[in-house]
């Protein structure tokens, strides 16, 4: 196993496993993985196994890990109540037709802890959480209108993917979003109801939610999108959006699968977002698949069957299965209000070292983020919507070099989405991604317009 302080370039780390894996893959997956999200420059690297903050690929590098399965890892790899339990139940059955002690677990603790959540619905991914919560939204109001964020990502329903698939090639002079479709063949009709606004255009959003509110369920929001750059809410954004909903019978929708792991209470607590309805996922399975869809008791009546059919029937096999019921848990147990703080302050720290870098080399870069994520822009000015946030050509290769070099340095820093920090990092760990930055910094010298000299 290589030592990750003996790595100096990129020979000096070989990835003929993984290179002979992916040509395998190729054989039998249409583009040689079975997930889209998985990097690859041009082959992904194959994972081993986890070791707390570090994975160790099929080659023996070892990894500083700030993906953790995008976000989901928030103590890392093989944590140990959750291989201990996760070892035990298994004994027992992985999943059963009936309920079980594990989904009451598991569902005291949200509600107990996230003010917005009253009653509960288990699922198995964040993807089918969004789609139940527009869902829930729908069958509550009787409308099927759905308004979100230009460049957020909300998973493969279609009605929530809407808005991801503007690019400076197709924005209109008038500035307004429109709602393209995510791939070819996607019903024509799902533009129909789907209203895209920009985030934090408090005009923007009053102007257009009064227009559509007739026809709208829900307005779906991520406090903090992640794949649109990360983006910090401004406080009176999330003010006009409560109470532009609130005035019109809209409900809010807030997708906290990813950003959930910013509080205790979550993004939404956070940021002073007030939800009717929140979807959850990643952190709450303690590494194992999950979603959930929670709310106001009333809106969550419609997965109800006390009065005969429920207005929304909901179902999955594999859905409270025991196994990612206990081991969310026991990830949740772990976390308590002061390992929340302790990742806050190792975020803050981090953010802080980043930004202090930036400065002392006038480069051009910027941080975004909050409590344990953040993530690096090629840009000098942190972006506040999407189209800030959108790079270059030359700023998504710049980002390239720069994930190649925190590579040569025993770094796995995720492209193009957030990275995050786990209660597994040490200040060691933290220091090492504020070094790799810094020296990335000073090998590289930039004008003032930001190009490398």
Known sequence: MLDRTSVSDPAAMPHARSQALFSRGRAVFPDGTTRGSVERNPYPLYVQYGEGAYIIDVDGNRLLDLNNNFTTLIHGHAFGPVTEIVTDLLRSGTCFSNPTEHELALANILV???PAIEHIRFVNSGTEAVMFAIKAARAFTGKSGVALMEGA????????????????????????????????????TVAEDVIVLKFNDIDGLERRISQAAKRLACILIDPMP??????????????????TARKHGVLIVADEVLN????????????????????????????????????????????????GSPLLPQGGTFSANPISMAAGRVALEAMTESAFDRLECMGNGLRNALSLSIERHNAPFSITGAASLFRIHAKRKPPTNFRQAYTTRDETALMQRLKEHFLERGVLLPHGAAACLSTAMTDTDVGLVASAFDEFLSANKFDLAGAVK
């Open 153 to 188: 990502y909300h998973g493969a329903y279609d009605w929530a993917e809407a808005g991801r698939g503007g690019s400076p090639e197709n924005w209109l002079s008038g500035d307004d979003p429109i709602a393209r479709p995510a791939y070819v063949g996607t019903p024509a």
């Open 260 to 307: 959930l792991r910013q509080a205790y209470g979550g993004a939404s607590s956070r940021h002073g977002l007030r939800p009717d309805i929140i979807a959850a996922g990643k952190i709450i399975g303690g590494g194992f698949p999950i979603g959930a869809i929670g709310g106001r008791a009333d809106v969550m009546q419609v997965f109800s069957s006390d009065r």
């Open 112 to 114: 107990s802890r996230i």
């Open 226 to 243: 992640s794949r649109a750059g990360l983006l910090e809410p401004d406080p009176s954004f999330v003010e006009a959006l409560t109470a």
